[in-house]
């Protein structure tokens, strides 16, 4: 764990290797399967230093590969805790955006490697005063948003990772992240590092982290069977007020989905604003929105939201945006809420459905109430903590049905 750290480091300076996908044939990357992610942010400006651990599945006896912004300056790598003398001949003034991680283990052995760096992202992560003039951090990984300030593998849309974050911030402070609130160490000099951790496979863009001087509301729910799962509004102290009459409903939101999807698969629902206009879907357990517009969130965002958890995180899709069965399923279950427009083919604010949408709300008419809610249940449960091709939708709601059905989803997307 990083404590107060100095990035000063004497590096030697060699021949980079050459990236595999350089020297020509197929490469088959690596499969990453947990992050630990320690960040610490300046006292003042925009630099971040960070320590990221990751663990690797290894597919083959190729060198490890991470895609990591050349606006950072690598200082130590260490592979299984140690330093590889084979990697001290790397130059990590990397002239490329790579960090090749050579090792002599056997496919399906694990390995870990550390990456320590610093400087300023271009994007992704927000260091500085926040709408209020206080100092905050917030940083995503949805989208590309992940691209300009953590190392990569080969392949991060397929990934999918458990999470531990390890967050330095002022006292004061607080910091919110993926999963369960595990600890937090005083430091010198007024600091202190906030603990978190996810267990549960997760896409790595489904990562996000915020801190600062926040102002946390708990919200009630109405009624709901057995133990409510916690839901929580960060914001700035002065926002509290008027933002907590936007969601006030989000606790129900979340029961509403319960009742149609199962269990909530994470230990809490946290809603966060940020100095960050977040540029793809919500994180897991942690959704974050740009603080300039979260008064005027509506409750079908919110509900969008929540049932992404579900849908989105906890099962995922493999195709490309635009061609995601589980993020078209979230978005038409938020029109479902109490409110929403799905009966008059239309989503918030008048605008048409997307074709996305438009496919789940077929299905769901052609098979009812009943055997829909079913079939995604059976979907969720079958596919959790996994990132799923479209064909394991049909399949979970031809079981529901109990017998094949006619739709399909590419067909229904018009492809």
């Given at each position: 764990?990083?404590?107060?750290?100095?990035?000063?480091?004497?590096?030697?300076?060699?021949?980079?290797?050459?990236?595999?996908?350089?020297?020509?044939?197929?490469?088959?990357?690596?499969?990453?399967?947990?992050?630990?992610?320690?960040?610490?942010p300046s006292d003042t400006g925009a630099h971040l230093l960070a320590e990221v651990e990751t663990g690797w599945r290894l597919r083959t006896v190729n060198p490890v590969e991470m895609n990591l912004d050349t606006a950072f300056r690598v200082v130590r790598v260490l592979v299984d805790g140690k330093p590889n003398t084979r990697l001290s001949r790397t130059m990590y003034a990397r002239p490329v955006g790579q960090v090749v991680v050579p090792h002599e283990k056997a496919p399906?052995?694990?390995?870990?490697?550390?990456?320590?760096?610093?400087?300023?992202?271009?994007?992704?992560?927000?260091?500085?005063?926040?709408?209020?003039?206080?100092?905050?951090l917030a940083g995503e990984t949805a989208g590309d948003q992940a691209s300009p300030w953590l190392p990569l593998p080969a392949d991060p849309a397929r990934a999918r990772?458990?999470?531990?974050?390890?967050?330095?911030?002022?006292?004061?402070?607080?910091?919110?992240?993926?999963?369960t609130f595990t600890g937090v160490d005083t430091l010198n000099y007024g600091h202190m590092t906030w603990h978190y951790r996810l267990?549960?496979?997760?896409?790595?863009?489904?990562?996000?982290?915020?801190?600062?001087?926040?102002?946390v509301t708990t919200v009630a729910h109405a009624a709901c069977p057995g133990p409510c799962v916690p839901v929580t509004l960060w914001t700035a102290p002065g926002d509290s007020a008027a933002a907590a009459a936007a969601f006030r409903?989000?606790?129900?939101?979340?029961?509403?989905?319960?009742?149609r999807l199962g269990p909530y698969p994470y230990p809490g629902l946290a809603h966060v604003a940020v100095p960050l206009a977040p540029a793809?879907?919500?994180?897991?357990?942690?959704?974050?929105?740009?603080?300039?517009?979260?008064?005027?969130?509506?409750?079908?965002?919110?509900?969008?939201?929540?049932?992404?958890?579900w849908l989105g995180n906890a099962v995922s899709d493999s195709g490309a945006a635009g061609d995601r069965p589980s993020e078209a399923a979230a978005a038409y279950l938020a029109l479902l809420w109490p409110g929403g427009t799905a009966s008059r083919g239309t989503a918030p604010g008048g605008a048409a459905l997307t074709r996305g949408v438009e496919a789940i709300r077929q299905l769901h008419r052609a098979v009812g109430d009943s055997t829909f809610f079913r079939g995604l249940r059976r979907y969720i449960q079958d596919n959790r903590n996994f990132t799923v091709a479209p064909a394991a939708l049909e399949r979970a709601m031809a079981e529901a049905a109990g017998k094949p059905l006619e739709w399909r989803w590419r067909t229904a997307v018009g492809e």
């Open positions: 764990m990083i404590r107060r750290l100095r990035p000063a480091a004497a590096l030697l300076v060699a021949l980079a290797p050459v990236p595999l996908a350089a020297q020509g044939g197929a490469v088959v990357p690596q499969t990453a399967v947990s992050y630990t992610i320690t960040l610490v399906g052995d694990t390995l870990t490697t550390r990456v320590r760096y610093h400087g300023l992202a271009r994007g992704g992560v927000h260091l500085g005063p926040g709408r209020a003039g206080a100092r905050a990772v458990t999470v531990v974050w390890n967050v330095q911030a002022d006292t004061g402070q607080r910091v919110a992240a993926n999963g267990d549960a496979p997760v896409p790595l863009d489904g990562l996000a982290v915020a801190a600062g001087r926040y102002a409903h989000a606790g129900d939101v979340l029961d509403f989905m319960v009742a793809g879907r919500p994180g897991a357990s942690i959704v974050l929105y740009d603080e300039t517009q979260v008064r005027g969130v509506t409750e079908a965002d919110i509900a969008r939201a929540t049932a992404a958890q």
